[in-house]
């Protein structure tokens, strides 16, 4: 077991900033956020200077004398023992080191008097995510909606995917600037004995507009101006700060600062000249600065910290909201502050911007997605089926081809069933597709993933930078058109996938009660040596079986073979079917599904058909599938009245040499189930989980989450007299 976290305190004066704790703060950002330029140890020294004023203190945590986390918390807290960030208004983005999961139990017993909560605020969970953290309950709340975009290929490429009315705007804009008289001019300040008078510009253009006559705007003056001097004279020195302007022959039209390191560009701040908005200089600014930044940055990434309302998303290539995260000493505290709060005006404020309500609405309309749904994956346009083939790379349930099947074979024969493959779209992008079925089940109406019993792993097919609020609208459409369902149930789903924590979260924040639940055991090889030294790993006894039967299989006719397809394919699928007609298994309910999977495989170059001959009788068949470095074992068969000759484990072992030696896959996969002779062959076991998602709105769904609970409380006893799976789940 691993010796618990120390936690520290460290009062720091404003004069003071981090102190001696300046090296272990820079380490530990470019270990834990790749040396982000908003929690550089520069960069939080010059918050403290200028905005605090009160001082913070600095958390750190520490084990075996190695520092794990640090963190800047208010000096004081707020009342009742709430303590939150240290978080002036010039970043967007908390003075937090904090790995994901680490215990924060520590944190909360060192800080003074008894702390009953500590707000994270301006948490980004693209770095780390701090919203599910062991042993303590957490709250977690969007803050703010912020956007990258990423400096992949060409700008030509990456302005050719924004939308057209984006497009058409930007054309008319730099039309009426370019007719002006005195030409445009982008000007780029980098040098540090240039950065200087490019502050003071940016901060004259600031107060000359609405910030100046509401006393907001930077000054050369004020602790704001005196702030970003600081900053960008310090980054300019390390060559990592720049400050782009627009001009119109003398007159400054927009300036934007920003700091650049490591191929990550994080915007600061911008302002443009109010006499000059029918040009739309901001827009035109952020143009030129990011076609800049492709070359300057190729392969980077330019982060945006804002609170992007539509129009500004229309530049994004990826969105993600900004959370505040509240972690409680005690499970009841979330629940007693939230009837305080409800019941007190004063409580609301004393509980500051951390404690905001944020209307899911809004999110989802903000977030600029669409939901397109259909029926068949016939129907799918070509940049869904290209989402849906990527993740099919992973596993090919998850591919179009595999839902084709399943549905002309299986849910086409079942009237009662609604297929339903919905589409989540932002800026005409897919980001996210999730296949599923509308159908009865135990509670009633119930809408599931698109799988059955012959389905090994389901997930949601999703781009790469999709967060689980990104599928917000996703997940309350679904709801929506629900048609009052009780439940929603996605099975069997890899629980250390990041699909599954996706889906999970997005459930629950489309207000459904989630739980995860055991789908059953699947035993699996990691492939790491050839057929011969794996043989030689396995027990003596399936050794012997192997040798001794293989003389005798032999001796008395039979023969192996591996059909893969071709001429060959309708005869070994005729094979099959005897063979399975022969075996112990009970028929197929839909007799159509397994010919037209190995049709399918066979065009796809994945089928391993194996199949054991005696003379001219097939008396052993298998289904292997190996694809994408893994072969999975999918269907075997033997005819019982040849048990004695082992044709099921001969046909086993030529498959598995096959798989190692020539397929040389990664992984060999057994699937479903926890059958014994399954560990014979392979080494490894983990478990595949299903979520379940009660609607609380709807009397069976009541019902639904009430079984649940108490289910779940038997089995935490059963576990505990170890009589029970501690994942079975009876309402499964």
Same mark, same amino acid.
């Given at each position: 077991?691993?010796?618990?976290?120390?936690?520290?305190?460290?009062?720091?004066?404003?004069?003071?900033?981090?102190?001696?704790?300046?090296?272990?703060?820079?380490?530990?950002?470019?270990?834990?956020m790749?040396? &982000?330029?908003m *929690?550089?140890?520069?960069?939080?020294e010059?918050?403290?200077r200028?905005?605090? !004023?009160?001082?913070?203190?600095?958390?750190?945590?520490?084990?075996?004398?190695?520092?794990?986390?640090?963190?800047?918390?208010?000096?004081?807290?707020?009342?009742?023992?709430?303590? %939150?960030?240290?978080?002036?208004?010039?970043?967007?983005?908390?003075?937090?080191?904090?790995?994901?999961?680490?215990?924060?139990?520590g944190?909360?017993?060192?800080?003074?008097?008894?702390?009953?909560?500590?707000?994270?605020?301006?948490n980004?969970?693209?770095?780390?995510?701090?919203?599910?953290?062991p042993?303590?309950?957490?709250?977690?709340?969007?803050?703010a909606l912020t956007m990258?975009?990423?400096?992949?290929?060409?700008?030509d490429?990456?302005?050719a995917?924004?939308p057209?009315?984006?497009?058409?705007?930007?054309?008319?804009?730099?039309?009426?600037?370019?007719?002006?008289? =005195?030409? !445009?001019?982008?000007?780029?300040?980098?040098?540090?004995?240039?950065?200087?008078?490019?502050?003071?510009?940016?901060?004259?253009?600031?107060s000359?507009?609405?910030?100046?006559r509401?006393?907001?705007?930077?000054?050369?003056?004020?602790?704001?101006?005196?702030?970003?001097?600081?900053?960008?004279?310090e980054?300019?020195?390390?060559?990592?700060a720049? $400050?782009?302007?627009l @001009?119109?022959?003398?007159d400054?039209?927009?300036?934007?600062?920003?700091?650049?390191?490591?191929?990550m560009?994080?915007? *600061?701040?911008?302002a443009f000249?109010?006499?000059?908005e029918r040009?739309?200089?901001?827009?035109?600014?952020?143009?030129?600065?990011?076609?800049?930044?492709?070359?300057?940055?190729?392969?980077?990434?330019?982060?945006?910290?804002?609170?992007?309302?539509?129009?500004?998303?229309?530049?994004?290539?990826?969105?993600?909201?900004?959370?505040?995260?509240?972690?409680?000493?005690?499970?009841?505290?979330?629940?007693?502050?939230?009837?305080?709060?409800?019941?007190?005006?004063?409580?609301?404020? @004393?509980?500051?911007r951390?404690?905001?309500p944020?209307?899911?609405?809004?999110?989802?309309?903000? %977030?600029?997605?669409?939901?397109?749904?259909?029926?068949?994956?016939?129907?799918?346009? +070509?940049? $869904?089926l290209?989402?849906?083939h990527?993740?099919e790379?992973? &596993?090919v349930?998850?591919?179009?081809?595999?839902?084709?099947? *399943?549905?002309?074979?299986?849910?086409?024969s079942?009237?009662?069933a609604? $297929?339903?493959? &919905?589409?989540?779209?932002?800026q005409g992008?897919?980001?996210?597709v999730?296949?599923?079925?509308a159908?009865?089940?135990?509670?009633?109406?119930?809408?599931?993933?698109?799988?059955?019993?012959?389905t090994?792993?389901?997930?949601? +097919?999703?781009?790469?930078?999709?967060e689980?609020e990104?599928?917000?609208?996703?997940?309350? +459409?679904?709801?929506?058109?629900g048609?009052?369902?009780?439940?929603?149930?996605?099975?069997?789903?890899?629980?250390?996938?990041?699909?599954?924590?996706?889906?999970?979260?997005?459930?629950?924040? +489309?207000?459904?009660?989630?739980?995860?639940y055991?789908?059953?055991?699947? @035993?699996?090889?990691?492939?790491?040596?050839?057929?011969?030294?794996?043989?030689?790993?396995?027990?003596?006894?399936?050794?012997?079986?192997?040798?001794?039967?293989?003389?005798?299989?032999?001796?008395?006719?039979?023969?192996?073979?591996?059909?893969?397809?071709?001429?060959?394919?309708?005869?070994?699928?005729?094979?099959?079917?005897?063979?399975?007609?022969?075996?112990?298994?009970?028929?197929?309910?839909y007799?159509?599904?397994?010919?037209?999977?190995?049709?399918?495989?066979?065009?796809?170059?994945?089928?391993?058909?194996? *199949?054991? @001959?005696?003379?001219d009788?097939?008396?052993?068949?298998?289904?292997?599938?190996v694809?994408?470095?893994?072969?999975?074992?999918?269907?075997?068969?033997?005819?019982?009245?040849?048990?004695?000759?082992?044709?099921?484990?001969?046909?086993?072992?030529?498959?598995?040499?096959?798989?190692?030696?020539?397929?040389?896959?990664?992984?060999?996969?057994?699937?479903? =189930?926890?059958?014994?002779?399954?560990?014979?062959?392979?080494?490894?076991?983990?478990?595949?989980?299903?979520?379940?998602a009660y609607?609380p709105?709807?009397?069976?769904?009541?019902?639904g989450?009430?079984?649940?609970?108490? =289910?779940?409380?038997?089995?935490?006893?059963?576990?505990?007299?170890?009589?029970? &799976?501690?994942?079975?789940?009876?309402?499964?």
């Amino acid at each position: 077991m691993k010796p618990g976290l120390d936690w520290q305190l460290h009062p720091l004066s404003a004069a003071q900033g981090l102190g001696p704790h300046r090296e272990a703060w820079d380490r530990l950002n470019q270990q834990l956020m790749g040396g &982000h330029g908003m *929690l550089d140890g520069f960069f939080v020294e010059a918050l403290l200077r200028h905005f605090g !004023e009160r001082g913070a203190l600095l958390a750190v945590a520490r084990r075996d004398g190695e520092v794990l986390a640090m963190l800047l918390i208010s000096q004081q807290p707020r009342g009742l023992g709430v303590w %939150s960030s240290f978080l002036p208004s010039q970043t967007q983005i908390g003075p937090s080191l904090t790995p994901a999961g680490l215990d924060l139990s520590g944190l909360l017993s060192a800080l003074p008097g008894y702390a009953s909560e500590l707000d994270l605020l301006c948490n980004d969970p693209r770095f780390v995510d701090l919203r599910e953290l062991p042993r303590l309950p957490v709250q977690s709340q969007p803050h703010a909606l912020t956007m990258s975009v990423t400096l992949r290929g060409s700008f030509d490429d990456y302005w050719a995917q924004r939308p057209r009315k984006l497009i058409q705007n930007m054309r008319r804009y730099l039309r009426r600037l370019q007719a002006e008289p =005195g030409g !445009e001019r982008l000007a780029v300040i980098s040098a540090p004995e240039d950065i200087g008078a490019a502050v003071q510009r940016y901060a004259a253009l600031e107060s000359s507009g609405w910030k100046g006559r509401e006393g907001t705007a930077v000054s050369h003056d004020n602790p704001q101006g005196r702030f970003y001097a600081e900053v960008m004279r310090e980054f300019a020195a390390r060559g990592e700060a720049l $400050v782009y302007e627009l @001009w119109l022959g003398e007159d400054l039209l927009a300036s934007r600062m920003l700091l650049l390191r490591g191929g990550m560009a994080v915007m *600061l701040k911008t302002a443009f000249h109010e006499q000059f908005e029918r040009f739309a200089p901001g827009r035109i600014l952020l143009l030129r600065t990011l076609e800049d930044l492709f070359t300057r940055a190729p392969g980077g990434c330019v982060e945006f910290y804002t609170n992007a309302e539509a129009d500004l998303l229309a530049w994004s290539t990826s969105q993600r909201w900004i959370n505040h995260v509240s972690v409680y000493r005690h499970a009841g505290l979330p629940a007693l502050y939230g009837l305080l709060r409800r019941g007190s005006r004063g409580w609301r404020g @004393w509980r500051g911007r951390s404690s905001q309500p944020v209307d899911t609405d809004i999110m989802v309309l903000r %977030s600029g997605a669409s939901i397109d749904t259909y029926v068949h994956v016939q129907e799918l346009p +070509a940049d $869904v089926l290209a989402l849906m083939h990527k993740a099919e790379r992973q &596993h090919v349930e998850l591919g179009a081809d595999w839902y084709a099947n *399943l549905i002309d074979t299986v849910y086409a024969s079942e009237p009662q069933a609604q $297929v339903r493959i &919905h589409v989540l779209r932002r800026q005409g992008r897919p980001l996210a597709v999730l296949p599923t079925v509308a159908q009865s089940g135990a509670l009633g109406r119930e809408i599931s993933a698109l799988s059955n019993y012959y389905t090994a792993i389901f997930a949601p +097919a999703l781009e790469d930078d999709v967060e689980a609020e990104d599928l917000m609208p996703l997940t309350r +459409a679904l709801r929506r058109a629900g048609g009052g369902a009780a439940a929603y149930r996605f099975s069997p789903m890899d629980p250390d996938s990041r699909e599954f924590a996706l889906l999970k979260r997005a459930l629950t924040l +489309a207000g459904l009660s989630t739980h995860a639940y055991f789908s059953f055991g699947n @035993w699996y090889e990691p492939v790491r040596q050839n057929w011969a030294e794996y043989l030689k790993n396995r027990s003596g006894q399936l050794r012997s079986t192997i040798k001794r039967m293989g003389r005798k299989f032999a001796g008395e006719g039979g023969r192996l073979e591996i059909v893969r397809g071709g001429e060959a394919l309708e005869g070994a699928l005729a094979a099959y079917r005897d063979v399975y007609a022969h075996s112990w298994k009970v028929p197929e309910p839909y007799a159509d599904f397994v010919p037209g999977l190995i049709r399918l495989c066979a065009r796809r170059g994945w089928l391993r058909l194996g *199949l054991a @001959w005696l003379n001219d009788k097939p008396v052993a068949a298998q289904i292997w599938i190996v694809a994408n470095g893994r072969a999975n074992i999918y269907k075997l068969a033997y005819d019982q009245a040849y048990k004695a000759l082992a044709p099921g484990t001969l046909l086993t072992a030529l498959l598995m040499e096959q798989a190692l030696d020539q397929d040389r896959v990664q992984e060999v996969d057994y699937l479903i =189930g926890d059958a014994p002779y399954k560990a014979e062959w392979m080494s490894q076991r983990r478990e595949r989980l299903g979520l379940v998602a009660y609607d609380p709105l709807t009397l069976r769904g009541l019902l639904g989450l009430a079984r649940q609970t108490i =289910g779940n409380v038997w089995r935490r006893l059963q576990a505990q007299r170890g009589t029970a &799976h501690p994942n079975d789940n009876p309402a499964s």
